[in-house]
């Protein structure tokens, strides 16, 4: 019986010599982007912590979901207009002054809000922010999903870089969207939308295989007793 010493963890499959081409290849991806570790070789207390720290990873991404909702919206047009500002003729009507300047009872409710391009500022203090904030986050979160099953397949490695060219594309697209052309709106939305979906994907992935970790190694400790 080999010692503690000796005895290896259990990691990702070692590339079958004997295999088909194609079959080592796939091998040679899991293994690369796979951890050594799995989430049913943690301890029970590291389970609870982690699907603590996922539950509140996946309720930020849905606050985000809801503020993008508020704020740019969902279509090119609003996008670009959330950062470039609403475009007015240069020259109104009466009719326009007066309800764009209109206050107390005057005011229409129906009245759309202006609004105001972002400032060359504004944008990078967001930036600044959201350059660590997002890998960071990122890091963490594909780092826990590559001890997950899900996290072992062959396009987990595409999820998680994909996350991260999406959340890069994320906080540098407004930037082209203020100061370049409104055409990069719909590429920011797609960002936007990719970074949700792979982050969203890659928490509740690995918070399921946590609680399914977590409560079969209850079953198992109750049995033992």
């Given at each position: 019986m080999a010692s503690a010493c000796t005895r290896r963890r259990a990691g990702p499959p070692r590339p079958d010599l004997?295999?088909?081409p194609g079959t080592r290849r796939q091998e040679t991806i899991i293994r690369f982007f796979a951890s050594s570790h799995q989430l049913h070789q943690l301890a029970p207390r590291t389970l609870v912590l982690t699907a603590l720290f996922l539950i509140g990873v996946a309720l930020q991404?849905?606050?985000g979901i809801l503020m993008h909702h508020h704020?740019?919206?969902w279509t090119p047009a609003s996008v670009a207009a959330h950062y470039r500002g609403d475009e007015r003729?240069?020259?109104a009507s009466d009719a326009e002054v007066q309800r764009m300047f209109a206050v107390g009872d005057e005011a229409p409710s129906t009245a759309a809000p202006l609004r105001v391009a972002r400032s060359w500022g504004t944008l990078l203090e967001v930036a600044h922010f959201?350059?660590?904030a997002i890998p960071l986050l990122l890091f963490v979160v594909a780092h826990l999903f590559s001890m997950a099953p899900l996290g072992r397949t062959r396009w987990s490695g595409v999820l998680c870089y994909?996350?991260?060219?999406c959340g890069l594309l994320d906080v540098l697209l407004?930037?082209?969207i203020r100061y370049g052309s409104a055409a990069f709106a719909p590429l920011k939305l797609v960002a936007f939308i990719g970074l949700e979906a792979s982050l969203l994907t890659m928490t509740l992935g690995t918070l399921g295989a946590g609680v399914v970790a977590l409560f079969g190694r209850t079953r198992g400790d109750t049995r033992s007793e």
């Open positions: 004997h295999a088909d991404a849905v606050s704020g740019p919206g003729p240069a020259e959201h350059l660590v994909g996350s991260f060219l407004p930037f082209a």
